[in-house]
């Protein structure tokens, strides 16, 4: 059974820092692009930042320059570094991977974790 479990969010005030973590098991991780998206209250799941199977990396425009996605096949985990967040960080952030070439289209991933809340607040 495929399982991705987020962690790491919370609340951090501007300007702070923060790093999210995703757990895989069930898959062959290798294999597999990963991906972060968010959903904002009210607002629709959107695009992050993903990290290839082979390792390439793509962002959102809104986060490039202050986030960086990680993986490591060892472990069977991705890690999202957040930095200089603003309030507009503020969602539920979800883990997703799929099989081949990363997207920065939700349907394009068939795997998803739960999600984790990262509020961005003083």
């Known amino acids: 059974q495929v399982q991705l479990v987020e962690s790491g969010g919370g609340l951090v005030q501007p300007g702070g820092s923060l790093t999210l973590s995703c757990a895989a098991s069930?898959?062959?991780?290798?294999?597999?692009?990963m991906a972060w998206f968010r959903q904002a209250p009210g607002k629709e799941r959107r695009f992050v930042a993903y990290i290839s199977w082979d390792g390439d990396t793509y962002y959102a425009d809104s986060v490039k320059g202050r986030f960086t996605i990680s993986r490591d096949n060892a472990k069977n985990t991705q890690a999202l570094l957040m930095n200089s967040l603003n309030a507009e960080d503020t969602a539920v952030y979800f883990c997703?991977?799929?099989?081949?070439?990363?997207?920065?289209?939700?349907?394009?991933?068939?795997?998803w974790g739960q999600g984790t809340q990262v509020t961005v607040s003083s």
């Open positions: 997703a991977a799929r099989r081949g070439s990363g997207s920065v289209t939700p349907a394009a991933y068939t795997r």
């Open positions: 069930g898959l062959t991780f290798s294999s597999y692009s």
